[in-house]
T-cell receptor, first 113, second 112 residues
Framework: NAGVMQNPRHLVRRRGQEARLRCSPMKGHSHVYWYRQLPEEGLKFMVYLQKENIIDESGMPKERFSAEFPKEGPSILRIQQVVRGDSAAYFC???????????FGPGTRLLVL | QKEVEQDPGPLSVPEGAIVSLNCTYSNSAFQYFMWYRQYSRKGPELLMYTYSSGNKEDGRFTAQVDKSSKYISLFIRDSQPSDSATYLCAMKRETSGSRLTFGEGTQLTVNP
C-alpha cells in the first residue's frame, strides 16, 4: 500500500519562475493538507483541501500561492514568481477524513536561486 | 507567544537511556495530541496519537497528556541509535478544521 507520494523531491527555480508541487494521497484518502517547513523552524500549516474543494486556506500567503485538488489526479501547490524566501521543504499529508490521522509524504525541497 | 512550545535541543543521550521529550501549549481548545518522528531529509512519521488527557503506551514509547497543565510528554525507553531523529509534537482542535499545529521539534541523538 503506497504511502503519500510527492514529486518532484527536489526543485530548483530562479527568482520569478513558477514552482508546481504535486501530491498523490494514500489510497482511500480524500483529504489533503499542505505544510511548509522553513530552515530551523517547525512545520506550518498552509492549506486543507478535499476533492475539488478548498476547506481551509488560512495558512496560505495571500499572493502568489494557490492550491487545488481536482476530481482526477494529484493535488497541486503552485507558487508563482518565486522569491528566495520561498526556499523550504513543502510537505503534503493525507487522511481518510478530517478527524483521522494525517500521514505525511517525503516532501519537496524547493530551492530558489 | 507561540501556541506550542518545544525545546529544540539538541539532546544527546547514551544508548539505553530513557529519553523525555516535552511540549507545552497555550490553547485549551487542543484535544488531539500527536508525536511525529522526522529523520533528516525525510517526511514526518506518526509515532503516537492520543485524545485528551491520559497515557498511551506502544512498545518502547509512552505518550502522556496533562490537559490541566497544558503539557504533553513522550518517553522513549531503552533508546537506540536508530531513534536519533527530530521529534515533533503536534496538536489539533476538536472543531474548526483539521490543521495540525506543530512544535519546533527536538533534535535527539542517541550515542552507541
Amino acid at each position: 500500500n503506497a504511502g503519500v507520494m510527492q514529486n518532484p523531491r527536489h526543485l530548483v527555480r530562479r527568482r520569478g519562475q513558477e514552482a508546481r508541487l504535486r501530491c498523490s494521497p494514500m489510497k482511500g484518502h480524500s483529504h489533503v493538507y499542505w505544510y511548509r517547513q522553513l530552515p530551523e523552524e517547525g512545520l506550518k500549516f498552509m492549506v486543507y483541501l478535499q476533492k475539488e474543494n478548498i476547506i481551509d486556506e488560512s495558512g496560505m500567503p495571500k499572493e502568489r500561492f494557490s492550491a487545488e485538488f481536482p476530481k482526477e489526479g494529484p493535488s497541486i501547490l503552485r507558487i508563482q514568481q518565486v522569491v528566495r524566501g520561498d526556499s523550504a521543504a513543502y510537505f503534503c499529508a493525507s487522511s481518510r477524513d478530517r478527524r483521522e490521522t494525517q500521514y505525511f509524504g517525503p516532501g519537496t525541497r524547493l530551492l530558489v536561486l | 507567544q507561540k501556541e506550542v512550545e518545544q525545546d529544540p535541543g539538541p539532546l544527546s543521550v547514551p544508548e539505553g537511556a530513557i529519553v523525555s521529550l516535552n511540549c507545552t501549549y497555550s490553547n485549551s481548545a487542543f484535544q488531539y495530541f500527536m508525536w511525529y518522528r522526522q529523520y533528516s531529509r525525510k517526511g514526518p512519521e506518526l509515532l503516537m496519537y492520543t485524545y485528551s488527557s491520559g497515557n498511551k503506551e506502544d512498545g518502547r514509547f509512552t505518550a502522556q497528556v496533562d490537559k490541566s497543565s497544558k503539557y504533553i510528554s513522550l518517553f522513549i525507553r531503552d533508546s537506540q541509535p536508530s531513534d536519533s531523529a527530530t521529534y515533533l509534537c503536534a496538536m489539533k482542535r476538536e472543531t474548526s478544521g483539521s490543521r495540525l499545529t506543530f512544535g519546533e521539534g527536538t533534535q535527539l541523538t542517541v550515542n552507541p
